[in-house]
């Protein structure tokens, strides 16, 4: 099992250990009773992890000692809501869950915005575990303590940061995961290796059909090489104010066209237009060479991620979504854009007319 330190130097309190291994579920078991976080812990699951893995995680932590039950949601996006946290806490407050307890988030993005929100708020803080068990959770938001939850006017306007305390992250979790779901946390690591190496993109780039076929130890490398850039970069920018917006490269274009189709596109799909849309904007702005913008989108056209906007997602949505996102300061939208593979930037302003223009060239 490897083991990396995330440093977080200013509350060490905070820092905390990412795990990584093929079937290391009873080794998770006994680095959790060691911790000694909690005499009780409750796993939060979605309908679909809590029937493949539910009792398969309770038997672990039962046979190190720990008392341990589950409370499962409906499966799916639609379910990253208040009326959800509200059912989770409520479903809590009826079991007797008090300040002594922990939380284990089992599953993929929204399972772990859900806990670790709840567990951010829940009796003004209790821990949080992240267990993800799909390969955008592993490489991406099951690692840097941000959670989030959906309003109908945006993606993620209401979260926390909120460290959990450990990352267990078992590539056996990935065997059962749908083929449309592994493709789409692929969009994040595509972003990685845009965003801060090369050569990872490179390997992408030569290994596509590897990794699409599952090969475990060309897996193990890139969840663990994705893990590193992640972890590094939340070391410098926690609370997601310098540096860490970077992480951002595709997201503001891609969350807009998320939220603007009612959260019918994957993120990995919308992240992956977005990606080809930053791209794009960062060609036609003279930064970013030709050669460059052709790598990304064929990287992603290979990876079976999407490459188009579908005609059904109105453009005047697209933007007015991007006006919402999150990581608008004023009147100005940050945009993550590129001056070559591996060297990202952020610019404050670009132009409706130019961003106008690209949505509609990734609809024909």
Same mark, same amino acid.
């Given at each position: 099992?490897?083991?990396?330190?995330?440093?977080?130097?200013?509350?060490?309190?905070?820092?905390?250990?990412?795990?990584?291994?093929?079937?290391?579920?009873?080794?998770?078991?006994?680095?959790?009773?060691?911790?000694?976080?909690?005499?009780?812990?409750?796993?939060?699951?979605?309908?679909?992890?809590?029937?493949?893995?539910?009792?398969?995680?309770?038997?672990?932590?039962?046979?190190?000692?720990?008392?341990?039950?589950?409370?499962?949601?409906?499966?799916?996006?639609?379910?990253?809501?208040?009326?959800?946290?509200?059912?989770?806490?409520?479903?809590?407050?009826?079991?007797?869950?008090?300040?002594?307890?922990?939380?284990?988030?089992?599953?993929?993005?929204?399972?772990?915005?859900?806990?670790?929100?709840?567990?951010?708020?829940?009796?003004?803080?209790?821990?949080?575990?992240?267990? $993800?068990?799909? +390969?955008? @959770?592993? *490489?991406?938001?099951?690692?840097?303590? #941000?959670? !989030? /939850?959906?309003?109908?006017?945006? =993606?993620?306007?209401?979260?926390?940061?909120?460290?959990?305390?450990?990352?267990?992250?078992?590539?056996?979790?990935?065997?059962?995961?749908?083929?449309?779901?592994?493709?789409?946390?692929?969009?994040?690591?595509?972003?990685?290796?845009?965003?801060?190496?090369?050569?990872?993109?490179?390997?992408?780039?030569?290994?596509?059909?590897?990794?699409?076929?599952?090969? $475990?130890?060309? +897996?193990? @490398?890139? *969840?663990?090489?994705?893990?590193?850039? #992640?972890? !590094? /970069?939340?070391?410098?920018?926690? =609370?997601?104010?310098?540096?860490?917006?970077?992480?951002?490269?595709?997201?503001?274009?891609?969350?807009?066209?998320?939220?603007?189709?009612?959260?019918?596109?994957?993120?990995?799909?919308?992240?992956?237009?977005?990606?080809?849309?930053?791209?794009?904007?960062?060609?036609?702005?003279?930064?970013?060479?030709?050669?460059?913008?052709?790598?990304?989108?064929?990287?992603?056209?290979?990876?079976?991620?999407?490459?188009?906007?579908?005609?059904?997602?109105?453009?005047?949505?697209?933007?007015?979504?991007?006006?919402?996102?999150?990581?608008?300061?004023?009147?100005?939208?940050?945009?993550?854009?590129?001056?070559?593979?591996?060297?990202?930037?952020?610019?404050?302003?670009?132009?409706?007319?130019?961003?106008?223009?690209?949505?509609?060239?990734?609809?024909?």
């Amino acid at each position: 099992m490897k083991r990396i330190k995330v440093n977080l130097d200013k509350q060490s309190s905070l820092s905390h250990e990412i795990c990584i291994g093929h079937n290391i579920l009873d080794r998770i078991g006994l680095v959790i009773a060691k911790g000694n976080l909690s005499h009780r812990y409750t796993v939060i699951a979605d309908s679909t992890v809590a029937a493949l893995y539910g009792e398969e995680v309770l038997g672990v932590l039962n046979e190190v000692h720990l008392k341990a039950d589950l409370i499962e949601f409906p499966a799916g996006e639609a379910s990253k809501n208040m009326e959800t946290v509200l059912a989770v806490v409520r479903e809590l407050i009826g079991r007797g869950v008090d300040r002594s307890s922990a939380l284990i988030a089992l599953g993929g993005g929204v399972t772990g915005d859900i806990a670790g929100f709840v567990a951010s708020i829940y009796m003004r803080s209790i821990p949080c575990i992240q267990i $993800p068990t799909t +390969l955008m @959770a592993q *490489v991406d938001s099951g690692i840097g303590g #941000k959670t !989030g /939850i959906d309003l109908p006017e945006g =993606k993620n306007l209401l979260g926390t940061f909120s460290q959990p305390r450990f990352i267990f992250i078992d590539l056996r979790f990935l065997e059962t995961l749908p083929d449309d779901e592994f493709i789409n946390g692929l969009a994040e690591v595509v972003k990685y290796g845009v965003i801060d190496d090369a050569e990872l993109f490179s390997l992408l780039e030569g290994k596509v059909d590897a990794i699409r076929d599952r090969n $475990p130890q060309i +897996l193990q @490398a890139i *969840v663990e090489r994705s893990c590193k850039i #992640k972890k !590094g /970069i939340v070391e410098i920018d926690e =609370k997601d104010v310098g540096v860490r917006r970077i992480l951002n490269f595709g997201h503001t274009i891609g969350h807009a066209v998320e939220a603007a189709s009612g959260y019918t596109i994957s993120h990995g799909n919308a992240v992956s237009v977005g990606m080809i849309a930053a791209a794009r904007i960062s060609e036609k702005m003279k930064y970013l060479p030709s050669g460059d913008r052709s790598r990304i989108q064929d990287l992603v056209r290979t990876a079976g991620l999407a490459d188009r906007i579908p005609e059904t997602v109105g453009t005047d949505e697209i933007i007015s979504k991007t006006g919402t996102d999150k990581k608008k300061e004023g009147d100005s939208v940050h945009f993550v854009l590129l001056k070559k593979i591996g060297m990202p930037f952020i610019n404050g302003s670009v132009e409706e007319a130019l961003i106008r223009e690209t949505i509609e060239e990734l609809k024909q």
